[in-house]
């Protein structure tokens, strides 16, 4: 067996769960070995498309997933992707062809190791045929164990050698870490001294829903998750949504008017705490070795679910934030502006977002783009649970919209997937569009287009020369149709209609909604984010 094919066997029955990737002479007997010994493949147009749509996949799915990238330009094509996938600790493997050590003049060759570094990756390498199995388990259990996505060199003169027979074991996942007991009570007798404590999960929190929840019920505390949390708490009376840029006027209200707040596996990014403005009392912050953003009055370390149930044990009932009045507040609703800014040309984007969530069904999976549309997707679309939000944000980059929306609706495969874009990051992304026909995804592409990179337009606003910025339309909507989709062209709400009209057919097909959105003057998250002050 060569060591092409021992590495793609053991990286099957180790578990990975899909692969994307872009192939070419590189990398082709790997991933040939990857599906020969079962791990189902998906061919990318473009390798960031690979490596996000792999990120979301491992997201949505709590399994691992893989790219496969040529060496040199493939490698360097997926780095976006990459750097959003390690800057949230996706446990995910980047399975990459390299030149051989002897071919220092090779045209592929560049230092990958330090390039993937540079990213915030872990760089592993399969170095010889004796220790081929032995290397590549040693960068799955990095992924799985550390919470890292981990770059697997393979150099094509070390794939070609003849393998050694080598045992695949099991690589369990690490078990969930117990505080020790006086954190534990530290931690208790804070929430104990709260009048208004807010709990704010994070992404560390999945799978720890039952037990923040029951604490919370407990002391009388308030929920609230970071945006890429977001359906964790989705069906509590008593959850907020979104806390920060993308936050309801109400859930302002009742964070900032907060005297604890407890994050559970959430970095306290500027983002969520809308440049710390958001917390005012003290703050208590749990993780497994994730850094806060801000100072805090306690870190514990420990599993958030393991935590919030020694914690529960030491508490007393007590009502907490969870008084009346606040019950009242949050049943009359999140408190969104309400005028339309429709006209016969441009359909409101709040009112688009409002009428597109009463039409699709409720088993939904949503992706969200960057762009100055991104919080109407986000504060309007509701979500069945966490893994019914896929938001690849962290390294803040247009276009991978649409590549999220594929991986996740790969990951689940019974609930509807929508990707929400902006019209700049759709025809970055576009290439792929052909994958989501491919494969026959009953996708729904939202393009909120505003024949610009809005962002731009209304940070720099109208006295700036922004013809760098705006571009003419290119006919979304045709063009989507010239790649095999069905398309709507939406301006007011009843053309909506043709949503209806997809969504009652055989969904054999992916729909491009092009939006044609009116002005906002400049979103109220993205004039929070810049430091302005919001008009809504």
């Not at 979301?56 to 496969?68: E, F, H």
């Not at 996505?149 to 027979?165: M, W």
């Not at 969104?336 to 088993?363: K, V």
């Not at 990179?453 to 010239?482: K, Q, W």
Request: glycine residues 10%; aromatic residues 6%.
């Amino acid at each position: 067996m060569k060591v092409s094919e021992a590495v793609g066997r053991t990286l099957a029955e180790l578990g990975v769960a899909q692969a994307f990737g872009v192939i070419g002479s590189g990398n082709f007997t790997v991933t040939n070995a990857l599906r020969a010994y079962g791990v189902p493949f998906v061919a990318t147009r473009h390798e960031a498309g690979a490596a996000t749509m792999a990120d979301a996949y491992s997201r949505m799915s709590g399994r691992v997933a893989l790219v496969s990238v040529h060496q040199g330009c493939g490698l360097t094509n997926a780095m976006t992707g990459i750097a959003e996938a390690a800057k949230s600790r996706t446990p995910m493997i980047v399975l990459t062809a390299d030149t051989p050590g002897s071919a220092v003049l090779a045209n592929f060759r560049i230092d990958q190791d330090a390039a993937v570094t540079a990213l915030g990756a872990t760089s592993e390498r399969v170095h010889s045929a004796e220790t081929a199995v032995a290397d590549t388990i040693r960068a799955y259990r990095t992924a799985v164990h550390e919470r890292r996505t981990v770059v697997l060199n393979l150099p094509l003169d070390v794939q070609d050698a003849e393998a050694t027979q080598t045992p695949v074991g099991a690589v369990e996942p690490p078990l969930p870490v117990r505080p020790n007991h006086e954190s534990a009570e530290a931690l208790a007798a804070m929430i104990g001294e709260a009048s208004r404590p807010v709990f704010l999960a994070g992404r560390g929190a999945r799978g720890a829903a039952p037990q923040i929840r029951e604490l919370a019920r407990k002391t009388g505390a308030l929920l609230t998750t970071t945006a890429v949390a977001h359906g964790l708490f989705n069906d509590d009376p008593w959850a907020l949504g979104i806390s920060g840029g993308f936050a309801s006027p109400l859930a302002v209200d009742l964070i900032t008017d907060a005297d604890l707040v407890v994050g559970w596996g959430c970095a306290f990014t500027k983002w969520t705490t809308r440049r710390g403005k958001l917390i005012s009392g003290k703050v208590a912050h749990v993780d497994i070795g994730g850094t806060a953003h801000r100072p805090v009055d306690l870190a514990v370390h420990g599993d958030a679910g393991q935590t919030a149930a020694d914690v529960t044990a030491l508490v007393t009932a007590r009502e907490g934030y969870r008084t009346p009045s606040v019950e009242a507040r949050i049943a009359a609703g999140p408190g969104w502006p309400t005028p339309d800014l429709s006209t016969g040309t441009h359909i409101d984007p709040r009112e688009l977002s409002a009428r597109l969530d009463d039409l699709l069904p409720r088993a939904r999976v949503v992706a969200v783009d960057s762009g100055n549309f991104m919080g109407y997707p986000s504060g309007y679309l509701s979500v069945p649970d966490e893994f019914g939000f896929c938001f690849t944000q962290a390294f803040q980059s247009i276009g991978l919209g649409l590549f999220t929306a594929i991986g996740a609706a790969l990951a689940q495969p019974d609930r509807l997937p929508v990707a929400a874009v902006g019209d700049g990051g759709f025809m970055m992304g576009i290439a792929d569009l052909e994958t989501a026909v491919r494969l026959r995804l009953p996708l729904v592409v939202v393009v909120y287009n505003d024949s610009a990179y809005g962002a731009e337009i209304h940070h720099f606003g109208p006295d700036a020369d922004l013809s760098t910025v705006t571009f003419p339309d290119p006919g979304i909507a045709r063009i989507a149709e010239g790649f095999g989709c069905s398309a709507v062209t939406v301006r007011t709400g009843d053309d909506l209609a043709g949503v209806t009209a997809w969504l009652a057919g055989p969904r054999d097909r992916p729909l491009v909604v092009d939006a044609r959105i009116a002005s906002d003057g400049g979103s109220w998250w993205l004039a929070e984010a810049f430091g302005q002050v919001a008009e809504s």
